[in-house]
């Protein structure tokens, strides 16, 4: 594994959790405060990156860290656990597959 601060786990970098296309075509800062590190770190360790090794296919982040500001603008709930860095969208080329692997990996999600 190459040396690199933004690397989380094998397949997971921390910038796919701060990109947004919306972010960025509205002009708004979606940088992530040091306080949400912690949550999103959590999640990869515990939860996407066991889960991206089982389903042994390709993974990606469309909504990870949202601003209050991108979440509003992305109609987000008002509460929504992306802004705590406690919630991941994503996006597999077989979401059918990817639900028996959730089950299958008896990983603990909500
Ligand atoms: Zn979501």
């Given at each position: 594994m190459e040396k690199d601060e933004n690397r989380l786990t094998e397949h997971f970098r921390m910038e796919e959790f701060v990109y947004s296309a919306m972010a960025v075509e509205f002009?708004?800062?979606?940088?992530?405060?040091?306080g949400v590190m912690p949550a999103i770190r959590n999640l990869t360790v515990r939860l996407l990156e066991p889960l991206r090794v089982?389903?042994?296919q390709s993974m990606y982040i469309t909504s990870g860290y949202r601003s209050e500001e991108l979440n509003r603008l992305v109609g987000g709930s008002p509460n929504s656990q992306h802004m705590r860095g406690e919630a991941v969208d994503i996006y597999v080329l077989d979401?059918?597959?990817?639900?028996?692997d959730l089950v299958g990996s008896r990983l603990n999600f909500d």
């Open positions: 002009g708004l800062d979606n940088s992530l405060p040091l089982y389903h042994r979401r059918y597959r990817l639900l028996e």
